[in-house]
T-cell receptor, first 112, second 112 residues
Framework: NAGVTQTPKFQVLKTGQSMTLQCAQDMNHNSMYWYRQDPGMGLRLIYYSASEGTTDKGEVPNGYNVSRLNKREFSLRLESAAPSQTSVYFC???????????FGDGTRLSIL | SQQGEEDPQALSIQEGENATMNCSYKTSINNLQWYRQNSGRGLVHLILIRSNEREKHSGRLRVTLDTSKKSSSLLITASRAADTASYFCATAGQGGSEKLVFGKGMKLTVNP
């Protein structure tokens, strides 16, 4: 049982390049989330998808787009990467209300 | 914006001692969750406490919630070196989206 799988684990980009971060869960969860974690800042919500076919902005959505491809997969796209987007990105999922979120191991992204 | 604030921000103790971490938050919540993060890894869920609960236990972990003071505490008893990690509280607001707002985290070091 893999849980939440994120790819890639590491990536280095140049400013202006585009990239898609992939996330897949095998727990049949309805809701999926993308967070970024910066030193000393905890996790901040970028976008979330409460159910298949819906997406909504979180606290820090600027510069990102998302796609809920199906119930299992939720991708995060950087159209034109900026150094301020250097961070560790985490995907998470949950099934119902009052249930914990399950996290992937993260994607470490550096933008030069 | 950060909702929860952990206190202290860092704690260093000896193996066998108890560790207490506090979390304060600002708005009404549906539940409060505690997570652990080992260096370079994703977050692992520890305990979820609902807004109508006052205390929960899980093994060596005890969580309390005081909604009148908008605060929670996590107690780890008989700490072990393996408990060394960062700990985060996160709050889910009312409304059912299960969006989590994380605190900045607290670094616990347990010395053998």
């Amino acid at each position: 049982n893999a849980g939440v799988t994120q790819t890639p684990k590491f990536q280095v980009l140049k400013t202006g390049q585009s990239m898609t971060l992939q996330c897949a869960q095998d727990m049949n969860h309805n809701s999926m989330y993308w967070y970024r974690q910066d030193p000393g800042m905890g996790l901040r919500l970028i976008y979330y998808s409460a159910s298949e076919g819906t997406t909504d902005k979180g606290e820090v959505p600027n510069g990102y787009n998302v796609s809920r491809l199906n119930k299992r997969e939720f991708s995060l796209r950087l159209e034109s990467a900026a150094p301020s987007q250097t961070s560790v990105y985490f995907c998470a999922s949950t099934g119902r209300s009052n249930q914990p979120q399950h996290f992937g191991d993260g994607t470490r992204l550096s933008i030069l | 914006s950060q909702q929860g604030e952990e206190d202290p921000q860092a704690l260093s103790i000896q193996e066998g001692e108890n560790a207490t971490m506090n979390c304060s938050y600002k708005t009404s919540i549906n539940n409060l969750q505690w997570y652990r993060q080992n260096s370079g890894r994703g977050l692992v869920h520890l305990i979820l406490i609902r807004s109508n609960e006052r205390e929960k236990h899980s093994g060596r972990l005890r969580v309390t919630l005081d909604t009148s003071k908008k605060s929670s505490s996590l107690l780890i008893t008989a700490s072990r070196a393996a408990d060394t990690a960062s700990y985060f509280c996160a709050t889910a607001g009312q409304g059912g989206s299960e969006k989590l707002v994380f605190g900045k985290g607290m670094k616990l070091t347990v010395n053998p």
